[in-house]
C-alpha cells in the first residue's frame, strides 16, 4: 500500500513538471483515425513487404498498457475500446517535443501515436511511431500487470479498473450489450412496439417485492420504485397497443445474493390474443436463438456444467415435480398440515397460516428448483401465488402460468393475464391484505388500474425474463454482480468499521 502511496506521489509530481512546461495533461485535439480493430481487419493480413509499401499514416488512440524501453527505442502496448496493439519508438525517428512527452509516461496513461505499420522480426503487427501526444495522465498506478486485479470486491467498487485490466470483464459486458440488443431486435422483428412506463409510481404493483419508497416534495405524495412494469404496460394493452415490451430496471428491497441485486434488469412483454402456451413457444426460440448467437451453437457450459438449448425443453407441473422430488405422495400434496410439517422439517419457516398454493411453491423452490439443470418449463402453478394470472378453465385451484428454470433458476415468469376486473379486484384485496401484514406497507389497490381493465383488456399472454441472470448463463459468471456494471455495495467506511 505504501508503495503505490509513493507511486502516485511521483506521478504527480511528473504531471506538475509537465504543465510547468506547458504541455497539456488532458487536451481534447487529438483525432483518431483507426480503432485497432479496423487495424487489425484493414491491415492484418498484409505483408512486411505490402506494408513497406503503403504511405497510410494512422492516428491511434489508447490506454499505455506495457512499457519495454530499451534505451534508444521502446516498445508499448496501445489498449482502446475494441483491442490492443503494439508501437514502436525509436528515439531519432521523432521529434524533439514527442520524445519529451514519451519520457514522461506512465503504464496507464491515455496516449496518441501517429505512425506506420510495419511488422516486427516476429512478424507482429507494429505502428511506427513518428507523433506522439498525451491525452490524459494517470496518477494512479494500474494492479501488477502479471496478475491483473484479483480481489473480487475491488473489482465490483472499482469497474472502471476492472475494465482496464481484466480483457474478461470487457467481454462480460460486450455479451450483455450484444444480449440486450438481440432481444429488443427478435421482438420488434415480431411486431412489438417498445415503450417506457414510470420508475415512480404511486401504487408499488405488478409483483408481491418489498419497495422503495421515496418523497416528492412538490406533490408532497409518497412514490415507489417500481419492482415490475406490467399494470402499466397491460394498460398500454388496454390502450389498443397489443403487442409492447419494455427493457426495464426494477427495485426490490430485499436481499442481496449471488443472483439478487436490489436494482436488476427485466425484459417484460405482452401480446393481446395469445396465452402462455403461445409465450413458451416464442421463449423457446427466442432464447435458444440467442445462445446460437452468442455461443454460435445451442449449447454452453455454466460452472462446469454442459446445458443443452435445443427445442423442444421439457415441460412439468408443478406438482409433477413435487412428486418426482420431494418426499411427498399425491394425497400428501391436498394435506396441508402436512405440507407444513414437511416444510418445517426442510427449514421453511411457514407460520402455519399460510395459503395452501403458497405452501406449495415455497416446497418446490426448496425441494425441485436445483434438479432442473437443462432448460425446464414448470407449469400449472397455484392461484394463491399468481394473482395477476388467469385461473384454468379447468381447475381453478391453478393458473396459466409458466415459469422457466435452468441451472435450478429461475429466469422467465409468463401466464395467460387476468382480464376479469371484478376477479382481479377480489385478488388485489387478497394481496394488499398479505402486503399489510408482511412487506412492511399499507397494501393500496391500484383502482386506476382496475378503471383501466372495466374499459375492456384483449386476452392477452405476458411474460418477464431476468437479463441479469440470463447473461450470468452466456458469459459462465457465478454471481449476478460480474454481469452488472456497478453493483449495489456496503459504503466502504461501513466496512472499515
Known amino acids: 500500500m505504501e508503495e503505490r502511496k509513493d507511486l502516485f506521489f511521483q506521478r504527480k509530481r511528473k504531471a506538475e513538471e509537465l504543465k510547468r512546461e506547458g504541455i497539456p495533461l488532458y487536451p481534447n485535439t487529438f483525432r483518431v483515425s483507426h480503432s485497432v480493430e479496423e487495424v487489425c481487419n484493414s491491415y492484418g493480413k498484409r505483408s512486411a513487404e505490402e506494408l513497406q509499401a503503403l504511405e497510410d499514416r494512422l492516428a ?65 503487427l507494429t505502428l511506427m511511431v513518428e507523433e506522439l501526444e498525451l491525452l490524459a495522465k494517470s496518477l494512479r498506478p494500474l494492479p501488477e500487470k502479471w496478475h491483473g486485479l484479483t480481489d473480487q470486491e475491488l473489482r465490483y467498487r472499482q469497474r472502471y479498473l476492472d475494465l482496464i485490466v481484466n480483457p474478461h470483464s470487457r467481454e462480460v459486458f460486450i455479451t450483455r450489450s450484444r444480449t440486450v440488443a438481440f432481444l429488443r431486435s427478435f421482438l420488434i422483428g415480431r411486431g412489438f412496439l417498445e415503450v417506457e412506463t414510470p420508475m415512480m409510481q404511486p401504487v408499488p404493483g405488478g409483483a408481491i417485492a418489498r419497495p422503495f419508497k421515496t418523497h416528492h416534495s412538490t406533490l408532497d405524495m409518497e412514490l415507489y420504485l417500481r419492482v415490475a412494469p406490467e399494470l402499466y404496460l397491460k394498460r398500454l394493452l388496454v390502450g389498443g397497443f397489443e403487442r409492447v415490451f419494455e427493457i426495464n430496471r426494477n427495485f426490490r428491497n430485499e436481499g442481496l445474493s449471488t443472483q439478487h441485486n436490489p436494482e436488476f434488469t427485466m425484459l417484460e412483454f405482452y401480446q393481446a390474443y395469445a396465452t402462455h402456451w403461445d409465450l413458451m413457444e416464442m421463449t423457446e ?119 422457466l428454470y435452468i441451472f435450478g433458476r429461475e429466469i422467465a415468469n409468463a401466464f395467460s393475464e387476468l382480464n376479469d376486473p371484478q376477479d382481479q379486484r377480489e385478488r388485489f384485496k387478497k394481496q394488499a391484505h398479505l402486503k399489510a401484514r408482511d412487506r412492511e406497507g399499507a397494501g393500496v389497490i391500484d383502482e386506476d388500474f382496475l378503471r383501466a381493465l372495466e374499459y375492456g383488456m384483449p386476452p392477452a399472454a405476458g411474460e418477464g425474463i431476468g437479463v441479469d441472470r440470463l447473461v450470468m448463463l452466456l458469459t459462465n459468471s457465478p454471481s449476478i454482480r460480474d454481469v452488472i456494471l456497478f453493483p449495489q455495495m456496503r459504503p466502504e467506511s461501513l466496512d472499515r468499521q
Open 60 to 124: 491511434l488512440a489508447g490506454r499505455l498498457m506495457r512499457l519495454s524501453n530499451f534505451g534508444k527505442a521502446a516498445f508499448f502496448h496501445i489498449q482502446d475500446r475494441t483491442g490492443k496493439i503494439q508501437g514502436y519508438l525509436r528515439w531519432d525517428r521523432i521529434d524533439e517535443k514527442s520524445l519529451e512527452i514519451f519520457h514522461r509516461l506512465d503504464v496507464g496513461d491515455i496516449i496518441g501515436a501517429r505512425g506506420r505499420l510495419f511488422r516486427t522480426k516476429t512478424e507482429e
Open 285 to 403: 426460440t427466442m432464447i435458444s436463438s440467442l445462445v446460437q448467437e452468442i455461443k454460435g451453437e445451442m449449447t454452453l457450459e455454466y460452472q462446469g456444467t454442459r446445458i443443452d438449448f435445443t427445442p423442444s425443453w421439457k415441460r412439468i407441473t408443478l406438482r409433477e415435480g413435487l412428486l418426482s422430488h420431494g418426499e411427498l405422495r399425491e394425497a400428501g400434496l391436498e394435506d396441508p398440515e402436512k405440507l407444513i410439517r414437511y416444510g418445517r422439517h426442510l427449514g421453511i419457516e411457514f407460520k402455519g397460516d399460510e395459503a395452501p398454493g403458497k405452501v406449495l411453491v415455497d416446497l418446490f423452490e426448496k425441494v425441485v428448483g436445483s434438479y432442473l439443470i437443462q432448460p425446464t418449463f414448470v407449469t400449472a402453478d397455484t392461484t394463491d401465488d399468481s394473482p395477476l394470472a388467469r385461473k384454468n378453465d379447468q381447475n381453478p385451484e391453478v393458473v396459466d402460468r409458466f415459469e
